[in-house]
């Protein structure tokens, strides 16, 4: 009797010692699991080292230029992004197979539509419609610039080109600009060497512009109407001094950041993806999930570029990097493909929608109502 009470007695011992041993390592799987998929999360990701534009990226970004980097750039890309912080303690380094890791799947899924609030056009002619204005800026780049304009002919869509003068000195540039031109798309001023205009004198800035235009013109016959400021930092003294209405935007895709061949290749080696892989990722994160991020110690915010395309916007991109056309092809198709009411013009007509007199001198425009 007492012993088969003891036997019992141990059977219990052991069978609860099992179910402990057992809740222990669901705990630490569950631990492990945990930690092993927020290491690699693309948002909230901020460890990534971003140099100076190389290859098919050479103008750097709309507040760095290619020809004369300045110190002060917000996005001057020479320093890097703060370093991951300590890698976490205690925890195994090789996270068990059957662990999902958080490598973007190479085949993307179709993002789904969301509904995009803000009105339609006001103008008869448009009725139902959204009106955008798709801006480009840096160029004209060859080997990006053609095939932007590819990209804009297959979703018949009209742009405005912000083009650097110091580009147009290549032939293969000023035969870009001639076609943009030809097809339909407008040809803005975006400086001459795209040196920051708060470091130049008067005289200076006037050149940057004017000498521009003219070149511009000599080469398109377009007058040129539209002028972005490098860098976008606008002031009183640039409005005076150029008399120009001055184009901003209200949707940036940091493309000159996250877009970049630097950004996508670290991205790439960090997921263990191919640079295509990771470009298509870089691509969805943009239009479809939106980021925070840092740059030298700044922080940059990209929404869901998709779902901020409200009538209206002025959405601005730089046609000096590879994936950015890749990035606008795949904008288009989603827009037409889920909402098919989207109507993308040149910059004075897409003013012209909705005022009678167009842009305005002076008048800084961050959307189709300006200020
Ligand atoms: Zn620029």
Avoid at 16 to 38: E, P
Avoid at 123 to 148: C, H, S, W
């Amino acid at each position: 009797m007492d012993k088969r009470q003891n036997v019992k007695k141990s059977y219990t011992v052991v069978i609860s010692l099992a179910l402990v041993i057992i809740a222990l390592l669901i705990v630490l799987i569950a631990v492990v699991s945990k930690k092993g998929n927020s290491g690699s999360r693309i948002t909230g990701d901020p460890a990534v080292i971003y140099s100076p534009a190389v290859g098919s990226d050479p103008s750097g970004s709309d507040g760095v230029s290619g020809t004369t980097p300045s110190a002060s750039d917000p996005s001057d890309p020479s320093a890097t992004d703060a370093q991951p912080t300590a890698v976490p303690t205690g925890i195994p380094t090789q996270v068990p197979t059957a662990v999902p890791t958080a490598v973007p799947p190479t085949d993307n899924p179709t993002p789904k539509p969301r509904t995009i609030g803000g009105k339609t056009s006001a103008n008869p002619l448009y009725e139902g419609k959204r009106l955008v204005a798709l801006t480009f800026d840096d160029g004209p780049q060859e080997g990006i610039t053609n095939v932007m304009l590819d990209v804009l002919k297959k979703h018949n869509a009209k742009a405005t080109f912000f083009v650097l003068g110091v580009q147009l000195e290549q032939e293969a540039h000023r035969k870009l600009l001639k076609r943009a031109s030809d097809e339909g798309h407008q040809i803005g001023c975006h400086s001459y060497t795209h040196r920051f205009f708060s470091k130049l004198d008067d005289e200076t800035v006037k050149w940057e512009v004017f000498h521009t235009n003219d070149v511009i013109k000599e080469i398109t016959g377009q007058t040129v109407t539209v002028f972005r400021i490098p860098g976008g930092n606008k002031s009183q003294r640039i409005k005076d001094l150029t008399q120009m209405p001055i184009i901003q935007w209200n949707i940036d895709p940091l493309d000159w950041m996250l877009l970049s061949g630097e950004y996508i290749r670290d991205y790439a080696s960090k997921h263990g993806l191919s640079y295509a892989e990771a470009e298509s990722a870089m691509i969805d994160v943009v239009l479809f999930e939106g980021i925070n991020t840092t740059l030298e110690g700044e922080a940059y915010y990209c929404p869901p570029v998709a779902y901020e395309m409200k009538h209206g916007s002025i959405l601005l991109f730089h046609d000096v990097y590879s994936a950015s056309p890749k990035a606008v092809d795949r904008l288009l198709t989603f827009l037409e493909d889920n909402y098919g009411n989207y109507v993308f013009l040149p910059f004075d007509e897409f003013i012209l929608s909705e005022n009678d007199s167009g842009p305005k001198p002076g008048v800084v425009y961050y959307n189709l109502w300006s200020e």
